[in-house]
């Protein structure tokens, strides 16, 4: 199956998305040749700021296969996938993305995340917009979290 096709199904359901009052993402996620699932951005609809489209296909792809690990698997979207849903990606396993329209694209539109990508690039003591601390808290007298966690797992 060609990158092409699955390109053209991701941009026809942004098409769709478009209208019925969404904005312009759809993505589908594809393992050996196959469709496992597909996603928009829904963040209109339902308020998550999280609800884009790669992100909405991860999570119906990893309920359908049963499990959060997504390797083999290629997103084919619409838009350049952002930090958020390319961190997604990799946390999954996710060999190969494939996007149709680039940040460049989106620009004029207000739809490019150019600039989240150049703040995520600074170290993180230098991060203009969100301040990020380590604040190494034990609660005295109680287990610590990764032992507990290691102990659970086996």
Avoid at 26 to 55: Q, Y
Avoid at 102 to 116: F, H, V
């Amino acid at each position: 199956m060609s990158a092409e096709r699955f390109l053209c199904e991701a941009i026809e359901l942004a098409r769709n998305n478009v209208r019925r009052g969404g904005r312009p993402f759809g993505a589908v996620l594809v393992k050996d040749g196959k469709v496992i699932s597909t996603g928009v951005n829904e963040i209109g609809a339902t308020g998550d700021p999280t609800a884009h489209a790669e992100l909405q296909a991860i999570r119906a792809a990893s309920q359908t296969l049963g499990s959060p690990r997504l390797d083999g698997c290629v997103i084919y979207a619409s838009g350049h996938p952002c930090p958020m849903c390319l961190a997604a990606m990799h946390l999954t396993g996710i060999r190969e993305v494939n996007f149709a329209y680039s940040n460049e694209d989106g620009e004029p539109y207000g739809l490019s995340t150019a600039a989240i990508y150049a703040e995520m690039a600074r170290p993180v003591a230098e991060h203009l917009t969100l301040k990020v601390a380590h604040v190494p808290v034990r609660p005295e007298g109680a287990e610590d979290i990764y032992k507990m966690w290691k102990a659970a797992a086996g």
